[in-house]
């Protein structure tokens, strides 16, 4: 279940200034077996977020627009786990010249984890996923800069945008697998999957696009849509130690990277580990990512059109 309530109110005596507040609720309520991992195995688990929320915005000069909010968040599970957290953000955007934008922002995520992180029990292709009700909230922030320039090349119009980012983690929250079930038997010895904080991380890069279309005959045009985005998901500390398995053995970035190890004196016992302690790539991330989507469009006898594209990733 779902409602928000959002009033808006544009200052006639201050010209281009408007403030907007809020408040938001969700209610989430689930009965399913396979999220039997909760504190009375019953699996039926309710959540509830609620938020509070305010933005202001103001124009200067005709060119320049700032922005910034406060959000409130609450969180439960299960009627057991509350937290309360504030959340903040800030934001710039301002025509330098024609059709050249440029735009700043900076802001604060928190994520509560979801039931199914919380509380799946279940086994997949024979490996089994475990439930962990004491998963913490992730916290993160993350800034952006970015140049957005409008193009005209004969009849094609579009966009050239480029921008660089930046993302940090707290409580990082990610899939692993540990020796984490009992009995450990055949065929996997008591591995199993869980949802874990990972420690700190960080999310860097660039992302570049280019978005437009053009009508170059009265019977022949074309949509298009290019990007791509270099990206650095780092752990930020891969020897952290974010649990222990069943046999008490610690686990960290590189423990769970296979054939990663440290010798006793904590250097690396192999090139790939010391190339991995340099790069801690966060698993099921990408460092390159390239999309294309192209659509040619064209007009038959005046009256039909017939589109054919095609989409890359």
């Not at 922030?141 to 320039?149: D, H, P, S, Y």
């Not at 046999?247 to 970035?253: A, H, I, K, M």
Request: no cysteine; glycine share 10%.
């Amino acid at each position: 279940y779902f409602g928000e309530y959002q009033f808006a109110e544009r200052f006639q005596n201050i010209k281009d200034f408007t403030i907007t507040v809020g408040a938001s609720g969700q209610y989430s309520n689930s009965e399913a077996e396979l999220y039997a991992g909760n504190e009375d195995s019953s699996g039926v688990n309710s959540s509830v977020n609620a938020a509070l929320y305010i933005q202001v915005d103001k124009k200067f000069w005709n060119r320049l627009n700032l922005n910034g909010g406060m959000r409130g968040e609450y969180f439960s599970v299960n009627r057991k786990d509350t937290i309360i957290r504030p959340v903040f953000r800030i934001g710039a955007s301002s025509e330098l010249w024609r059709e050249g934008f440029i735009r700043a922002s900076f802001g604060e995520g928190f994520r509560f984890p979801t039931i199914a992180e919380r509380y799946i029990t279940t086994t997949v292709g024979g490996l089994p996923i475990v439930a962990n009700p004491d998963i913490q909230p992730e916290r993160s922030w993350a800034t952006e800069l970015g140049i957005k320039q409008g193009i005209k090349m004969g009849k094609f119009l579009g966009y050239i945008d480029v921008a660089g980012f930046w993302q940090e983690y707290d409580n990082f929250v990610e899939f692993n697998v540990g020796s984490f079930q009992r009995p450990a038997v055949a065929p996997f010895y008591g591995l199993a999957f869980k949802s874990v904080n990972t420690g700190p991380a960080m999310v860097r890069g660039v992302d570049a696009s280019i978005l437009g279309n053009g009508q170059f005959t009265d019977y022949f045009g074309l949509n298009i849509i290019l990007g791509y985005t270099f990206s650095r998901p780092e752990s930020k500390d891969p020897t952290y130690v974010y649990a222990h398995d069943l046999d008490g053995n610690d686990l960290n970035q590189l423990s769970t990277a296979s054939s990663m190890l440290l010798n006793e004196d904590g250097t690396p016992t192999s090139a790939d580990t010391a190339a991995y302690l340099a790069f801690p790539v966060l698993k099921y991330r990408f460092e390159h990512l390239v999309n294309a989507d192209v659509e040619l469009v064209f007009k038959i006898l005046k009256k039909y059109k017939l589109s054919i594209g095609g989409t890359y990733r």
